[in-house]
């Protein structure tokens, strides 16, 4: 039986590093249990349903980045493959799909294998004075009603942080709602700074004041991606920086940002060796005003190995995966 968490309790249900939401094969691929009590249901007090949400840095470098920031060669492949681990998710929100070949692929793989099941939203292009685009890229087989994106103004540079500063990427923050069922969704996706702190925060502060402007109260919302901060993991202590970063969004949007992975006992910086890998991906739930304690879900990681490239996995991250239930509107 699905045993549900109670997200605003922050009581999260612990996956191994290779399950999550279910029991997963011998490549990470993550199988995802659909066993939905209808006691289930009536704890929610009115109807509910389900939806996956997952986020990935894929690792689609753009050529130029390739010599000093990745030794992982044939993106097409790899773009290609991220499909057999991915295709079971409604929402899923990549990072770091710069190249355009890669991303090209990526989104072909996912609309042939779906039957063109998903809408498609990408980051911004190249922005002024920056080597290339977002790297942002969201697939959601729900309608997206609306959509805004943000570009962070400040940024590391090469000059000042070293030659993998971030300062050639336009980095920023995707927003979309979608008509989930007729109940409007929220959704996030960024990716922060990988070097600077200084940089971080300020990125912190510009998505604050993102989400309280895109967002409402009365809607459930989600902020996914690669924060570049590590988290705790499940017995280990709290860490400064994402506690900060959680404070300082939950007073400027003025809700509650729950942390859907802090019970996790792996890490996502690594998925060869995930036990030893700092927690850098995140998935938070903002639950709506008045309707918090109905949102409930499971958390895990799924690591996307392949043996047909050379490192074991297709990125140098593992995916977080989730499995949310979501009141929706009596008829």
Not at 62 to 78: D, H, M, Q
Request: glycine share 10%.
């Amino acid at each position: 039986m699905f045993g549900w968490a109670l997200l605003l309790a922050g009581h999260h249900w612990s996956p191994s590093s290779l399950e999550g939401l279910g029991r997963s094969d011998s490549s990470g691929r993550l199988l995802i249990s659909d066993d939905i009590s209808e006691a289930d249901g009536n704890e929610l007090g009115n109807e509910a349903s389900q939806i996956l949400i997952a986020t990935y840095n894929a690792h689609l470098l753009p050529p130029v980045a390739n010599p000093f920031a990745s030794r992982r060669g044939n993106s097409n492949y790899r773009a290609g493959a991220v499909v057999e681990h991915l295709d079971q998710f409604d929402i899923i929100g990549f990072c770091e799909v710069f190249s355009a070949d890669g991303s090209k692929k990526l989104v072909e793989s996912f609309s042939t294998n779906r039957g063109a099941g998903y809408q498609v939203v990408r980051g911004s292009g190249r922005g002024k004075l920056r080597g290339t685009g977002s790297g942002l890229l969201l697939l959601s087989r729900f309608p997206v009603v609306q959509q805004h994106e943000l570009v962070f103004q400040a940024s590391s540079r090469m000059w000042r942080d070293g030659r993998k500063a971030d300062g050639l990427a336009t980095k920023g923050v995707l927003h979309v709602v979608i008509n989930y069922q007729g109940v409007l969704v929220d959704l996030f996706l960024t990716h922060l700074d990988s070097l600077s702190e200084s940089v971080r925060k300020k990125h912190i502060e510009e998505l604050a004041n993102f989400i309280l402007i895109h967002s409402d109260l009365n809607r459930p919302a989600f902020l996914m991606g690669d924060l570049n901060i590590v988290g705790p993991k499940r017995g280990t202590p709290s860490e400064e920086d994402i506690d900060a970063m959680i404070l300082e969004l939950s007073q400027t949007t003025r809700r509650r940002l729950v942390d859907l992975g802090s019970q996790l006992t792996a890490g996502t910086s690594n998925p060869i060796d995930p036990g030893n890998a700092d927690r850098i991906d995140y998935i938070f739930a903002l639950p709506s005003v008045g309707d918090a304690n109905s949102l409930k879900g499971r958390v895990g990681l799924t690591h996307l190995l392949d043996a047909k490239v050379e490192e074991g996995s297709l990125s140098d991250h593992s995916a977080v995966v989730s499995k949310i239930r979501l009141p929706l509107k009596s008829k």
